[in-house]
């Protein structure tokens, strides 16, 4: 099936700092998402991309849609204890109904 | 609205015994979906159902079964429990097909171990 590469697997950052991660695939996709989730919680969603190149903020969270359409990038600015989590990427495929995620980046912050 | 709700919380199984999960939404979703999570692997689509009386399987659909007889509940059975299938199980739901992937709302998980 489709493969999902994400990465980095997991980030030890202290209170502050800026954050990347970023997600490749060999496939095309036509819709990117971002979700977090929380110990003991489900996925929520964070950022959802359309288009290729779109650039898509949500507080101090920033997400972008890869212009080839295989890969796609999440920045967090200034990060908060708040902020830890697990994040996945999710793509789409054109014309199929499912979601492939990315293995998730886990992100621990020092205060 | 309660949104997604799943039931039960956690769950053991001894191997080979069945149950059922339970998945329940109250936002008159068409688009319903099971996945499971294992450390390291992310998110994997079990089964999906794009309305009432229509199924269709995932990425790791064996050994589990799913029925859409109501828009509201999209249980997942287990038919013969596996240690293979210790896992935290996730349900989610969307508005319609059409949106299912930018809308989905999950519930809380169902942690099942199996002996």
């Known amino acids: 099936g489709q493969q999902l590469n994400q990465s980095p697997q997991s980030m030890f950052i202290q209170e502050g700092e800026d954050v990347s991660m970023n997600c490749t695939s060999s496939?095309?996709?036509?819709?990117w998402l971002w979700y977090k989730q929380d110990p003991g919680e489900g996925p929520v969603l964070l950022i959802a991309l359309y288009k290729a190149g779109e650039l898509t903020s949500n507080g101090r969270l920033t997400a972008q849609f890869g212009i080839t359409r295989k890969d796609s990038f999440l920045n967090i600015s200034a990060s908060i204890p708040s902020d830890v989590g697990i994040y996945f990427c999710?793509?789409?495929?054109?014309?199929?109904?499912?979601?492939?995620f990315g293995q998730g980046t886990r992100l621990t912050i020092n205060p | 609205n309660a949104g997604v709700t799943q039931t039960p919380k956690f769950q053991v199984l001894k191997t080979g015994q069945s149950m059922t999960l339970q998945c329940a939404q109250d936002?008159?979703?068409?688009?319903m979906s099971w996945y499971r999570q294992d450390p390291g692997m992310g998110l994997r689509l079990i089964h999906y159902s794009v309305g009432a009386g229509i199924t269709d399987q995932g990425e790791v659909p064996n050994g589990y079964n799913v029925s859409r007889s109501t828009t509201e509940d999209f249980p997942l059975r287990l038919l013969s429990a596996a240690p293979s299938q210790t896992s935290v199980y996730f349900c989610?739901?969307?508005?319609?097909?059409?949106?299912?992937?930018?809308?989905?709302?999950f519930g809380p998980g169902t942690r099942l171990t199996v002996t």
């Open positions: 989610a739901s969307s508005y319609s097909a059409a949106s299912a992937v930018y809308e989905q709302y």
């Open positions: 999710a793509g789409l495929i054109e014309g199929a109904q499912k979601l492939v």
């Open positions: 496939s095309i996709f036509n819709t």
């Open positions: 936002m008159n979703h068409e688009y």
